[in-house]
């Protein structure tokens, strides 16, 4: 054990920068995504600060903006051109560079090689550039805030013909440019680390570890990164085009365009192509966005109720499910493009087909609550949150997912209210209670829990506050991306409810620097964490506290049963961890354990 | 160890309450209304409302030290008394999860009896009634899985809250179970599929040919709406013959066309269905008539329809909503650019014989002199076009 030590540090004399700068270690790449996830997390928060305060006081002005935003704020008014590209810039960051890289970059890396037993992803080299072309796409992103025609504006699903005209709107010009260079990196980076993902889990997992004995984390990163590596290629063939018919006059996605006084060239191409194509993407997006978050949970769930994971095997069946289902429901997206109706029928048909494995994900949370033994740990509190909102926001999306009420739904406010509570906030949350477990994995201390709760409670009752009444605002045919409602009477009567709503988002953005005080304090002054401070049976805590390349110090440990092993009757203790053989538990062993292991081990 | 927590709980409490305070200070003191508030009686309420959330905003701060402070307390005298922490934390969270559970389900009883009562009138269309129903149905059915799904989770989350006795239940999985909450949701949504079909189907289906037809082109930022006059046809167009003027394009060699009318609100006779074209000169647009539960995308180079039959006049509607001010709208609702959240179009929906006199008062847009400013106008584009072609080969 010791010889190995050694022979690792004579060979691995680190020098600060290939330590902490081009790092080939998972753990510090996962420090390195969490942390940029964090700081662009605060950008996009105060984004929706900002523009918050434009919906919720559209008829006053606020000095201080001018000062912050220059010309795009004169006279403290918020321009409607940069309303727009705020509103952009947010979705766009808080979908990819927060929670696509920021939550399954971190705890993919994080947890991959640690969960299945691995010293390492498959190529230490390609996770390093997947990190640093992450780092490039999120800087040249941020970058676009700052340039004189404003940042990209269409909306983070950037529909051309909009995004394809300079002339349609300041942030069709140069913004819009970045934002495509910066979203094409980004594809590659998600790339590198999808297929780094893959091949880890198949091919890296330790002596024992079956796909049948990996916690579920890391069957919703493996299906997680499977999506991504299939979806987001179609997404850079869009966005490539996209390029094209900006640049070098092609029209794939331009025909009979007048604007500005002028008739464009273009002729034959279809916008709704690129609809298409961004969806096909887009649909799995959300997926890939939601998958880590409900792993995560499932994992928290299981060892704070101190109970096995309920219908582990209906679990994974049902992210089978989703994974496989949510490649051919992209055109719920699509009801009223005018696409043709019979089309629409099978997309609202497979739509609702999705809802099935939801629900069934959500009543074995519940049944895994049933008469468990629940600690409440913050992480504990994030994950139950994040099944209260997977419910709510699910059950608006079978509304969404029926054509004929589609119609009166799409692009209002009741779209916005379905997918901030069933993505934004509930995969923030499944983030949320990844950091608080697993910080002691990351940092080596604890963050202090009484802050945890305050920064829990407050932030749920916020998330409820801020995107419930959107709802009935959407109800009411309001629709998004509105700058102000004051154009229209119907929507004044929504004024009072919309400043309530920033007043709560302004608090509910406050409590989160409760966290990053927390996150930040810890990492120098918090407690030193013990070993396997949650009790858990997964093989991440078996690893010492302190970092070190090849994550243990001597040999891999063997798996010997699945990881949920919580509360066993004929055991002492509340949990008995994977790499605990058999022969040492004869007082708990079920007939079920020896029949899968002794199953496998027969046939190899 | 009860100092350390007890320091720690000071610095980052009063860290905190400094952030805070400070932030809404700082918006206060900038905070200002841009009229001159006694003058105008809707921005004197607004001034009123912003200080009443003011107000909360203090008082939340309040709460939250009170909260904090009286935690140190327990925190401390648990300490002493040699309890554990880790417990009380998890009763409180557990009856926390309850009080929240009582809350919550008030807080959307609220929601639903305060801000669902401000929502769309009653369907003025004919397939919007069969929607809304539906929308009604779903309502209940995931309503009551709403509720009782809350109930359970956080009931459970009292319930079960740790405690050092108990130890929890062994329970891996159950075959039949989950086969039973697997299939009643699958058949549940198999009913909302097959109802939400059918409507789908009825509505997308090919509009009736009583149907009264008419041309709508969205632009940044306003509607173009072209009615077919009295030979009931709309003249044909083409994108070739787009210019400032002829907006749309229309060929008024067309016999057709040479009746069509250009209008600035839309008459719609009620009970008769009525046929949107619809398409969009620059990028793509979205023609909402929430009103009428209706919308197609409308984009360039692709043309779209929708067909509805309203029934409910404009007349009728007001007095439903009690609202003298009442007006159905077309607005867009597929973000184009700065000034998408304004770009409407009244629709006024009148009885026959009013629709019959309203028409008579429209001239057709085609007259001479507009044939000569078209003329003009196609001139003009064609000479950007030719001054650019120059200017390319220059290059
Ligand atoms: C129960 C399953 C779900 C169903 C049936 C469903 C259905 C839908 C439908 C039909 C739309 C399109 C609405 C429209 O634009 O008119 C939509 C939008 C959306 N959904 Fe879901 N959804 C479900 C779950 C989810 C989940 C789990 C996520 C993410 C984690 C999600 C994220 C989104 C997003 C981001 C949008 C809006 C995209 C945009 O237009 O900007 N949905 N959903
Ligand atoms: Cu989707
Ligand atoms: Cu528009």
């Known amino acids: 054990m010791s010889d190995h ?13 290939s ?50 935003l220059g010309k795009w704020a004169q006279g403290g008014r918020i321009d409607p051109a940069f309303y727009m590209s705020m509103v952009t810039i947010h979705g766009t960051i808080m979908v990819f560079f927060v929670l696509t890289a920021g939550l399954s970059g971190t705890f993919s890396n994080l947890l991959i090689p640690l969960q299945i037993g691995a010293r390492d992803m498959a190529s230490p080299f390609i996770n390093m550039l997947s990190y640093w072309f992450f780092f490039l796409s999120s800087v040249i992103m941020t970058w676009s805030l700052l340039i004189e025609s404003g940042p990209a504006s269409g909306g983070w699903t950037i529909y051309p013909p909009l995004s394809a005209i300079p002339k349609a709107m300041p942030g069709s010009g140069l913004g819009m440019t970045l934002w495509l260079i910066s979203m094409a990196i980004f594809v590659a980076s998600a790339l590198m680390g999808g297929i780094n993902y893959i091949s880890t889990v198949l091919n890296m997992r330790t002596k024992g570890m079956s796909m049948t004995k990996m916690p579920l984390t890391i069957w919703a990163f493996l299906l997680t990164a499977i999506l991504g590596v299939l979806s987001f290629p179609v997404l850079f063939a869009g966005v490539i085009l996209l390029i094209f ?91 009223i493009t005018g696409m043709n109706p019979f089309l629409g029928s099978v997309f609202m048909f497979t739509t609702l087909i999705i809802a099935v494995p939801s629900a069934v994900k959500t009543f074995n949370y519940l049944a895994t609550l049933w008469r468990g033994n629940i600690q409440f740990t913050p992480a504990m509190l994030f994950a139950i949150g994040l099944v209260s909102l997977f419910i709510t926001g699910g059950l608006t999306g079978i509304f969404l997912g029926n054509a004929s009420l589609d119609i009166n739904l799409h692009d209002t406010y009741f779209v916005v209210a379905h997918f901030h509570i069933v993505m934004g906030s509930a995969a923030m949350f499944g983030m949320f209670a990844g950091v608080y477990h697993w910080y002691p994995r990351l940092f080596g201390k604890m963050m202090d829990e009484r802050l945890g709760y305050f920064h829990f409670w407050l932030t749920f009752i916020a998330v409820y506050c801020v995107f419930f009444p959107m709802h009935f605002m959407g109800l009411d045919g309001v629709p998004r991306r509105y700058y102000s409602f004051t154009s229209f009477d119907f929507m004044k009567e929504w004024l009072a409810v919309n400043r309530f709503i920033s007043i709560a988002a302004i608090l509910g953005s406050l409590a989160q620097f409760i966290f990053l005080y927390n996150f930040f304090r810890s990492i120098f002054k918090g407690k030193k964490a013990p070993q396997n401070p949650w009790n858990s049976n997964t093989l991440e805590w078996t690893a010492p506290v302190e970092h070190m390349h090849g994550n243990w110090p001597g040999e891999i440990p063997w798996v010997y049963r699945w990881p949920y092993d919580y509360s066993k009757p004929g055991h002492d203790e509340d949990f008995i961890p994977q790499n605990v053989p058999l022969s040492e538990t004869m007082s708990s062993n079920l007939p079920g354990d020896y029949g899968t292991h002794h199953g496998s081990k027969a046939n190899h | 160890m009860n100092i350390s927590i007890a320091q720690q709980l000071k610095s980052s409490t009063k860290a905190i309450l400094l952030f805070v305070l400070l932030t809404i200070s700082s918006t206060i003191s900038f905070a200002q209304a841009t009229m001159p508030a006694a003058t105008d009686v809707a921005s004197q309420e607004l001034g009123i409302t912003f200080w009443f959330y003011v107000l909360l905003l203090i008082a939340a701060v309040f709460a939250f030290a009170v909260i904090n402070k009286t935690l140190k307390v327990l925190e401390l005298t648990q300490e002493l008394n040699g309890k554990k922490i880790k417990n009380t934390y998890n009763k409180v969270n557990g009856v926390f999860f309850i009080f929240f559970l009582v809350l919550f389900l008030g807080y959307v009883y609220y929601e639903f009896t305060t801000h669902g009562r401000m929502v769309l009138p009653e369907s003025a269309s004919e397939h919007g009634a069969i929607t809304d129903n539906l929308f009604n149905i779903t309502a209940i059915i995931t309503g009551i899985v709403f509720i009782i799904t809350h109930i359970l989770l956080f009931y459970f989350s009292f319930k079960y809250k740790g405690k050092e006795t108990r130890k929890a239940f062994f329970y891996s999985h159950n075959d039949k179970l989950e086969l039973y909450w697997t299939i009643i949701p699958a058949i549940v949504l198999a009913v909302m599929v097959l109802s939400g079909w059918k409507a789908w189907t009825n509505i997308t289906a090919p509009a009736p040919k009583e149907a009264l037809t008419l041309d709508v082109t969205g632009k940044q930022f306003a509607w173009i709406v072209r009615y077919p006059g009295n030979d009931n ?93 009442f007006d159905y709208l077309l607005l867009c609702a597929k973000v184009c650019g700065s000034a998408h959240y304004n770009m409407q179009i009244k629709i006024v929906v009148v009885n026959d014989t009013e629709y019959a006199t309203w028409l008579t008062t429209k001239k057709p847009f085609y007259t001479e002199e507009m044939a000569k400013q078209i003329q003009e106008a196609a001139a003009s584009v064609a000479k950007a076009k030719e001054e650019k072609l120059a200017l390319n080969t220059h290059e």
């Open chain 1, 5 to 17: 030590t050694t022979h690792h540090e004579e060979h691995h004399k680190e020098t600060f920068i």
């Open chain 1, 245 to 335: 018919d900006r640049g070098f006059g092609t029209s794939f996605y331009l025909s009979d365009i007048f604007i500005g006084g002028e008739a464009l060239p273009n002729h034959g191409g279809s916008p709704v192509l690129f609809q298409h194509l961004f969806w096909f993407l887009g649909h799995p997006e959300v997926y890939i966005i939601i998958m880590p978050a409900l792993g995560i949970s499932s994992e928290i769930i299981a060892t704070n109720a101190r109970k096995p994971i309920f219908g582990y095997r209906a679990m994974i069946i049902s992210l089978i499910g989703i994974a496989f289902l949510s490649f051919i429901v992209w055109g719920h997206h699509m009801f």
């Open chain 2, 233 to 325: 046809a709309l003249g044909s167009k083409a994108f070739k013959l787009v210019n400032d003027v002829n907006e749309t394009g229309v060929d008024f060699n067309d016999k057709n066309a040479k009746d069509d009318l250009l209008v600035n609100e839309i008459y719609l006779p009620v009970n008769r269905p009525v046929k949107f074209n619809f398409n969009a000169r620059d990028v793509i647009h979205s023609a909402y008539m929430p009103h009428f539960r209706a919308q197609m995308n409308c984009v360039p180079g692709m043309p779209t329809t929708f067909w509805f039959k309203p029934t409910i006049t404009t007349e009728q509607m007001r007095l439903k909503t009690n609202d003298p001010k």
């Open chain 1, 19 to 68: 330590k902490y700068v081009f790092s080939m270690d998972h753990k510090m790449i996962a420090k390195q995504y969490l942390i940029t996830g964090i700081i662009m997390a605060v950008i996009g928060m105060v984004l929706s600060i900002l523009f918050r305060i434009q919906l919720g006081w559209p008829d006053e002005s606020f000095p201080f903006l001018e000062k912050l």
